[in-house]
């Protein structure tokens, strides 16, 4: 009995070898080529690229962003795509900045300027023009307080949701200090917040566009008072080199 199972289980071990053996990755690039072997290493950071040895050995590199499509093929001609070019396949930017609009109706109107530090990890320092934000003085509407610009550091990290789509899901945190009173930074107030977003970004460009949500605590100093408060972002933005 035990002999019959050792065997069983050798010639499952052994068809699952060969059955490996007999697949080999055919990658289709953009400009006609096409390479047949096995992928041994892919990659992510700074860009998105494989690495395919072929059967004499020899191993290509290749960019994601060059690639059609990606096929399993059998001995027996059969053939399961595992990958097909649906559009931008753009790695990250080393940095970009974007200006969130939307914050003209709430507290101010931020500008950002993101950098990279890590593989989809950025850090984002930004001014935020408070004295320019609507809820402001729609609140506040008889106070005669100086408005100074806001500054402020976030750290965000990016998620892909497909290797082939080209946008991405964020998160992260930070904080920033304003001041404000009748006099610049009379009164100071710290600002700490999470936020999440979207980004999409256009195929093809280097524009892009993010939809997303702060939500965090201020603390005032001079009042001692601490406050939750919120703010929806619409920024639009440029990527910044390659």
Do not use: C
């Not at 939500?215 to 001692?224: C, K, N, P, R, V």
Request: aromatic residues 12%.
């Amino acid at each position: 009995m035990k002999k019959a199972l050792a065997a069983l289980i050798l010639l499952v071990l052994t068809v699952a070898s060969v059955s490996a053996q007999e697949t080999v990755d055919v990658v289709y690039l953009t400009d006609g080529q096409v390479i047949t072997g096995k992928i041994i290493e892919t990659e992510k950071y700074p860009e998105q690229r494989i690495k395919i040895q072929t059967e004499d050995g020899t191993v290509y590199i290749v960019k994601m962003v060059d690639v059609e499509k990606i096929v399993e093929q059998t001995a027996e001609g059969s053939t399961v795509t595992v990958a097909v070019k649906a559009g931008d396949d753009q790695p990250m930017s080393r940095s970009y900045i974007n200006v969130n609009l939307l914050g003209f109706l709430q507290w101010g109107p931020i500008v950002e300027y993101g950098f990279s530090v890590a593989e989809d990890l950025y850090l984002a320092p930004h001014l935020r023009l408070d004295g320019l934000g609507a809820l402001n003085w729609i609140l506040f509407p008889d106070d005669t307080w100086i408005y100074t610009p806001a500054l402020g550091l976030t750290v965000l990290s990016f998620m892909d949701i497909s290797p082939y789509n080209p946008n991405r899901l964020y998160y992260g945190g930070g904080f920033e200090i304003e001041g404000a009173g009748e006099i610049p930074f009379e009164q100071v107030i710290l600002n700490i917040y999470g936020n999440l977003g979207y980004r999409w970004r256009t195929v093809g460009q280097k524009r892009f566009m993010n939809v997303g949500a702060h939500l965090g605590a201020s603390y005032d100093f001079w009042w001692e008072e601490l406050m939750i408060f919120a703010m929806a972002e619409l920024s639009f933005g440029w990527r910044l080199g390659t």
